[in-house]
């Protein structure tokens, strides 16, 4: 491992150190893979960071252990332990406020987030434009933050503000394990992290391992469930005064234009 991801890596405690360390050697892997193969399409692909999902019926060779699609999860390593899990949340709850709008919320608490209905001048509902991320969907005011349930934001101390969605991971392995992608990404390509695709995140079918909420245009009354296929993790990384990285916050959205 280069001399920068091995200082960076010893800055995390515990299992966030094993799950960098994972993470960065099997992405190097893939690169080394991928530079073997470099006039077929599928290494073009793999460089790229494909979402190409394995074919049905696709399985590791007899006697072989299977490698899973997550960088993050190495073979004998599918699950953490309780307590490595809750080590590393620990340390992400003292870094910013990903598992407090993004974890540690009920379905009642991100409804609450979309707040209400921002009228026109003719007191019909305000959708968001095409150009926008959320084109034909509703914008809100009064928005609840669930860190502090109040409609000033616990972070700015303005306005607490929310898109057309609001979004959890539905369990704290999962938002252990992103951040662990997302920080050996940061040291492989010397970048800051950028929205990537669950998939390539958590492996195929980790969609289902989301909640979100939307206003049902036809009825603002109603909330309609989100539907995250092909959908991306998005994480927001800041400077440490310590040095390194301190994730302030890590959400997921749906592809754009999914709904209404």
Known sequence: MAEGAVKTGAALAGAGVALVEGAMDHLEERAETASLNAHSDDATAAVEGSDRPRAEGDTAADGAEEVSDDPARQPGEDTLSPEQ?????????SEGHAPGRHLDVSDEALQ???GEVVPDENGNPKEYGPGSFYPGLLKSQNNVDPLNGETTDAVTNGAHRVGAYATRFDNPEDMVRADAYFRAEMERT???????PIEDVLGPGAEANFTGFYRDPADPTQFKPVDFEGGTIKPVYHESPEGGKVLHTMFANPVRG???
Do not use: Y
């Not at 899990?85 to 709850?93: C, P, Q, S, Y």
């Open 85 to 93: 899990v809750d080590t590393r949340m620990a340390e992400l709850r």
């Open 190 to 196: 010397g970048e800051n992290a950028v929205e990537t």
């Open 258 to 260: 999914r709904h209404p």
């Open 112 to 114: 609450a987030r979309l």
